[in-house]
């Protein structure tokens, strides 16, 4: 115990911990408390992990690390107050991902240098938050500062480990920007709509219903539908690059596509990792596209609809640079009933029609028809025009159109047909059953 008193006093006498070439540190008490202080941790952040054994005093080992590694101490006392990353992005701490995605896409795009020009503190607040998503964003270093509690703790937490990349804020802001919207295909002008479409789970349009009435399934039709395709971009036309600019050999691997990485003894060739093998490098990329050459645009497009396309049948439409599929929705018609290539309507006749026989006019699918009635004709007797139906899948042919005769009984005669017809019943035979107001020795 005292040969440790005697170590800590000679670190608080050492050069290490002297302040304008005073002491900082004389005591045992005062070490231990000067580290939860500010003036102490405005110089020094001690490495508690390294610094203090299991009982909470110095070994010899750690101490003499300590006074010749100057590594054992981290940033300043900004690293503490450095605020919660949930709160920085606005998120509680069990936040989905996507939830926490939306939140710094909001944040993101409030903050780009590209949309704050005019305003100097806008690229640090992009870096704060784009430094809190890179964390939080992944599921593996969100456990991992979860578990370390303060940002401060998790990057010491990182550093004490030499198999692990530092905190990523040490990444150069170019290649941060790539990394995080390279990723998300992120374009600062782009709307809310359409970032959600692209992002959370809508995308470029893969299924879309059409709507239609029964003539414009039957008769095929052009209906206009929105929907969200990837085509090529507006602004770079495709080339990935911003207008003006081109890609240039990429100097990491020397146009190679391949770098040479080396593990202990072990040396390997491997995919350039800054032009992903292509040799080229995009040193200026296209913002409205993210350097990909396309985007997820809305576009009013155009779609033909075959005749006798039928209720929930599906076709694939080419649209851009991809194919969607597109499910027609037919609504029932109020005079038509098809039954596959063939229609079904009814016509409705007089008595007269029906017993003299006659012409009566009929709607059809394409221009109307002319019955012929002939006499006698009952109710519910079916007439068939041939090829006047729907046309055939197969394109070769139409269907048929049936007629269905109904025969209109009238509600309101006059004194003159009420006698006629009575006039009538008196001479009809075979009457099966009577006739009210006719005598019943008639049915005998």
Same mark, same amino acid.
Not at 253 to 277: D, F, L, Q, Y
């Given at each position: $115990? ?14 290490? +911990? ?46 003499? #690390? ?28 069990? %936040?989905?991902?996507? /939830? ?34 890179? @964390? ?10 979860? /578990? ?20 990523? #804020? ?9 990394? =995080? ?14 970032? %959600? ?20 399934? %039957? ?13 090529? +971009? ?5 080339? +990935? ?8 050999? +990429? ?6 596509? $391949? /770098? ?19 040799? $080229? ?66 016509? @409705? ?20 028809? =002319? ?55 008196? $001479? /009809? ?16």
């Amino acid at each position: $115990m005292k040969h440790n008193l005697r170590i800590l006093g000679e670190i608080a006498l050492s050069p290490t +911990c002297r302040l304008q070439n005073k002491p900082l540190l004389k005591t045992v008490t005062n070490i231990f408390h000067s580290h939860r202080t500010r003036t102490f941790s405005k110089i020094f952040s001690l490495n508690r992990f390294n610094f203090l054994t299991h009982g909470g005093i110095i070994s010899r080992s750690n101490v003499s #690390s300590f006074y010749f590694n100057v590594k054992l101490f981290h940033q300043s006392y900004n690293n503490y107050a450095k605020p919660d990353l949930y709160k920085l992005l606005g998120v509680s701490r069990n %936040a989905s991902q996507n /939830e926490i995605k939306k939140a710094y896409y909001q944040l993101a795009k409030k903050y780009h240098p590209d949309t704050n020009k005019n305003d100097p503190t806008a690229a640090k607040k992009f870096q704060e938050v784009s430094s809190a998503y890179e @964390i939080l964003g992944d599921e593996k270093k969100r456990k991992e500062y979860d /578990e370390w509690g303060t940002q401060a703790e998790f990057q010491n937490r990182r550093e004490a480990s030499a198999n692990e990349f530092r905190f990523h #804020s040490n990444i150069d802001p170019e290649e941060l920007f790539r990394k =995080i919207f390279g990723d998300l295909n992120f374009n600062p002008r782009m709307s809310d709509f359409e970032y %959600a479409d692209s992002h959370f789970g809508y995308g470029a349009s893969e299924h879309v219903q059409v709507q239609l009435d029964f003539h414009e399934a %039957a008769k095929g039709c052009q209906k206009h539908t929105v929907v969200n395709v990837v085509d090529t +971009c507006t602004l770079c036309k495709g080339t +990935c690059c911003m207008p003006g600019t081109k890609m240039v050999r +990429c100097d990491h691997c020397n146009a190679t596509g $391949m /770098e040479t990485v080396s593990a202990g003894p072990i040396i390997m060739k491997t995919t350039c990792r800054k032009c992903h093998g292509t040799g $080229m490098f995009n040193r200026y990329p296209c913002v409205e596209c993210a350097g990909k050459g396309s985007t997820v645009q809305r576009k009013a497009v155009m779609v033909n609809v075959p005749p006798g396309i039928e209720d929930g049948q599906t076709v694939r439409v080419r649209v851009g640079n991809q194919e969607i599929l597109v499910t027609f929705r037919v609504t029932e018609s109020k005079y038509f009933r098809r039954d596959g290539s063939d229609i079904h309507s009814d016509a @409705i006749i007089s008595i007269s029609q029906a017993i003299l026989g006659g012409e009566t006019k009929v709607q059809g699918l394409l221009a109307d028809l =002319i019955l012929k009635i002939p006499p006698g004709t009952p109710s519910h007797k079916v007439f068939r025009f041939p090829g006047k139906g729907i046309k055939r899948p197969t394109g070769f042919g139409h269907g048929d159109h049936y007629v269905h005769t109904k025969i209109d009984i009238p509600q309101n005669l006059g004194k003159v047909q009420y006698d006629l017809i009575k006039a009538y019943a008196e $001479m /009809e035979k075979n009457t099966p059953g009577s006739i009210r107001g006719i005598s019943s020795s008639k049915s005998k």
